[in-house]
């Protein structure tokens, strides 16, 4: 994918499940490369307690501890494979293995209820099935956290909000597949139907 789709994606603060939907419509319209070889990807936990690093969020060494977090994963025909994070401060796109080692990190240091699961999506899937009525950007008082965009809210003929279905790390729910950090570094979700 050419970087310069980075420019043309209207992006929306913490709304990065909108973002990376934006980045797929863009794909599908503007792109040379097919949707078929990218991949939304929903990071979280039963806890909604996920740390990655190398983040604007946070400047620094340390973490971003997000309650989940949505990259694209675009698998290069020539074996090389990018990740697309709309918040880090990698190279933009990353190369997949460097993600994983600065991004990501090894489970081996981390406390067991902040391990990452991703939920994996074929991009044209992800078009297809994602809805957001945005409420959850709303405080409890219904207020904007942040001023609403410009563009009409994400809906499928058969809903309006489907947003915990693909956060929800429960195989049983939503679309996709979900996978451990290591089968996730492993690329083994590629050989899957997902």
């Not at 789709?5 to 490369?33: D, M, R």
């Not at 060494?61 to 697309?84: A, C, R």
């Not at 965009?149 to 996709?176: Q, R």
């Amino acid at each position: 994918l050419e970087a310069c789709c980075y420019v043309h994606v209207p992006c929306a603060g913490c709304l990065y499940e909108e973002n990376i939907w934006k980045l797929c419509e863009y794909i599908k319209t503007h792109s040379q490369y097919s949707l078929e070889d990218c991949y939304a990807v929903f990071i979280s936990n039963e806890k909604k307690m996920v740390p990655i690093w190398k983040q604007q969020a946070r400047p620094g060494n340390g973490p971003v501890i997000w309650d989940y977090h949505v990259v694209l994963v675009h698998v290069s025909g020539e074996g090389q494979s990018f990740v697309y994070d709309l918040d880090t401060v990698l190279p933009f796109p990353c190369p997949f293995d460097v993600y994983i080692e600065d991004a990501l990190k090894s489970n081996d240091d981390i406390h067991l209820q902040f391990r990452r699961k991703f939920r994996v999506v074929r991009a044209d899937s992800y078009l297809k099935h994602f809805a957001s009525d945005r409420s959850h950007m709303k405080d409890s008082s219904g207020n904007w956290k942040e001023p609403p965009l410009a563009y009409p809210c994400i809906e499928t003929g058969d809903s309006k909000m489907n947003l915990n279905d693909f956060i929800s790390m429960d195989p049983e729910v939503g679309w996709g597949s979900i996978y451990t950090l290591p089968e996730f570094g492993l690329w083994e979700f590629l050989q899957a139907d997902v």
